[in-house]
């Protein structure tokens, strides 16, 4: 549940934020990743208004209250805040008048002051509230950059995904994270990937211990987080499966409701598996300029085909 409590405590330095009234309002959820300027509502036009956003009170809307009468102040901020509002903010270091003090008063609605302008408090907080209510969810698997590609390696306990990152890293690719990935969505279209502060830049190599792959090869080979643009799932070779020789069978994994390349890659000993990776990403990044290399190979094959059938066509034509 995120409260205006939570938003407080993490963000007061940065939103340079100071209590004002209100403090036993902040228990109370905020629901929406939004911060709202209510300089047409203060007006009295109402028509689609949500009470259930943080309202942030700029000179505009403190100038506009002030030349009001009493009442009519009264009325028009008694019309906008109730016990769904969550946060008030006032920017500035603005002064609050005296009713919109008392009204957060009376509803326990949290009364903050920001020393920040308007624009700049109304874009950070937008932001940092965009940040927290992202969807998010971890993954097991080890998430590498190859060739500006973000590539997750995933697969069973001990198949060699963190054995295959390294070797990635040993040929200049670069590592986000080991055995767990923290997947956020980003602007509702794609996925980044990093990992938990604790063990950033490290990895397990089983018969070897925890490493630094930072201390080891560098920080060029490091970076804490990375857009996500394929899955390669490996596993344990398996001879009565089919495997796709040809790659016209294009997959795809589901994660947060975004659509991943998603490939299966077999392993058994004598397989590069680094190379293979590579040559994966490599043709990911053909794919994404139009060159789709198995399907150039079908339409060459199909005209190969037809071709030898109209030659046949025409010698038996002859013959007849």
Request: glycine share 8%.
């Amino acid at each position: 549940m995120y409260t205006g409590k939570k938003l407080l405590d993490s963000y007061k330095d940065t939103l340079e934020l100071e209590m004002v009234t209100g403090e036993k309002g902040l228990s109370r959820l905020v629901k929406l990743a939004e911060a709202h300027r209510p300089g047409l509502s203060l007006s009295g036009y109402l028509k689609n208004y949500v009470n259930q956003r943080i309202l942030i009170f700029g000179n505009v809307e403190i100038s506009y209250l002030k030349d009001l009468e009493k009442e009519i102040r009264l009325e028009r901020l008694s019309a906008i805040l109730t016990k769904e509002t969550p946060m008030v903010i006032v920017a500035g270091r603005l002064s609050a008048p005296k009713e919109l003090i008392d009204s957060c008063k009376h509803h326990e609605i949290p009364l903050l002051r920001s020393s920040l302008k308007t624009m700049e408090l109304q874009s950070r907080l937008t932001y940092l509230l965009l940040e927290d209510f992202s969807p998010s969810m971890t993954c097991h698997g080890t998430l590498v950059e190859a060739f500006g590609v973000g590539v997750m390696i995933q697969g069973d306990s001990s198949v060699g995904k963190s054995e295959a990152a390294l070797s990635l890293i040993e040929r200049g690719h670069r590592l986000i994270t080991d055995d767990a990935v923290k997947v956020k969505l980003r602007e509702g279209s794609y996925l980044e990937g990093s990992g938990a502060e604790l063990t950033r830049h490290m990895m397990e190599i089983r018969g070897i211990g925890i490493i630094n792959v930072a201390h080891l090869y560098g920080a060029v080979c490091v970076r804490d987080d990375k857009r996500i643009d394929m899955v390669v799932k490996l596993e344990e070779w398996d001879d009565k499966k089919f495997y796709d020789r040809v790659g016209l069978d294009e997959k795809y994994c589901d994660l947060l409701g975004v659509k991943i390349p998603y490939h299966i890659l077999p392993v058994k000993p004598g397989r590069d598996v680094a190379l293979l990776i590579e040559t994966i990403v490599l043709n990911h990044r053909l794919k994404e300029m139009g060159y789709n290399s198995a399907k150039d190979f079908n339409i060459k094959l199909l005209e190969t085909i037809s071709k030898k059938q109209s030659k046949g066509k025409k010698r038996s034509e002859s013959l007849s």
